[in-house]
């Protein structure tokens, strides 16, 4: 991709975002229409490592992807037996990226799916982006510019949030080789480190304790998942006026070896800590 095509087209994007009267302009809407494009075909992701290693979000995407919103129509769409009434034309082409969607499975336009996905019938929205051989099982979903790593499995019913608004918002990221288990719910810009196990059921938002319990104290994290820890629904005493109430939490009560590989250690993690998944 021209670096300097790139900054164009962003320049156009942020001065429409600021300005919605600017969307009259065709060569604005041709600048939404390119970058939601460039989204599509993998070549720009909503978030990305900085050099210091940290997620960080590229604001302008998502004033993109709103701005598409904005000027698109609501148009039928017919597949098969199916009817559909949107704004946002399906993703196509996935026998040409090596993509397997088993029907009904959904992905909007402007999401990226990496070689060897496996989408069950579940869905992918606008922005996200799944990486290469990760499995997306049964009613499982990716919000809007949630970011999911390869090699991961998101397990039946498993909610990924998403992210449009406002604009710079961190969206979910599930990095490399992560476990999610079922029904488990991961939203408002969490980050779940690399090879992780998130037993059934786990929800984590941001204002989620998350509590390391595997040593003498309890050393307590918000708004993100250590690399390779196995987690599970928990409950954490507090008092109230009313009384005492449990409130849910989420525990870390392990580490995936370090000494077997990603499968190995993912089924000694269940076998030996009785994670549900």
Not at 15 to 21: H, L
Not at 84 to 111: E, N, Q, S, T, W
């Amino acid at each position: 991709m021209d670096p300097h095509v790139c900054k164009q087209r962003r320049a156009s994007v942020e001065e429409a975002f600021a300005d919605r009267s600017r969307l009259s302009d065709p060569l604005v809407r041709e600048s939404i229409e390119w970058t939601i494009a460039q989204l599509d075909a993998g070549e720009l992701r909503v978030a990305e490592r900085d050099a210091d290693g940290q997620w960080q979000s590229q604001p302008w995407l998502q004033q993109a992807i709103l701005l598409f919103f904005a000027i698109r129509g609501i148009e039928k769409v017919e597949v098969g037996p199916f009817e559909y009434h949107d704004k946002i034309p399906l993703k196509k082409g996935f026998d040409k990226a090596g993509v397997r969607v088993v029907p009904p499975g959904v992905v909007r336009y402007g999401a990226f799916l990496e070689p060897q996905v496996v989408l069950m019938p579940g869905y992918v929205n606008i922005g996200a982006r799944v990486g290469a051989r990760t499995m997306v099982d049964t009613w499982a979903t990716v919000g809007s510019c949630a970011q999911v790593g390869s090699d991961c499995h998101l397990s039946g019913g498993v909610g990924i949030g998403g992210v449009l608004e406002p604009p710079g918002a961190r969206p979910v990221i599930i990095e490399d080789g992560v476990f999610v288990g079922s029904r488990v719910v991961v939203v408002e810009g969490m980050v779940v480190g690399k090879e992780s196990v998130l037993g059934a059921g786990v929800v984590l938002t941001s204002s989620t304790a998350i509590l390391d319990v595997t040593g003498p104290e309890v050393v307590e994290h918000r708004g993100r998942i250590p690399a390779r820890s196995v987690v599970i629904p928990g409950v954490r005493t507090k008092r109230f006026p009313a009384g005492e109430f449990g409130l849910p939490c989420a525990l870390i009560i392990g580490r995936r070896s370090e000494s077997t590989d990603r499968k190995v250690s993912l089924n000694s993690a269940l076998r030996d800590f009785g994670v549900q998944v």
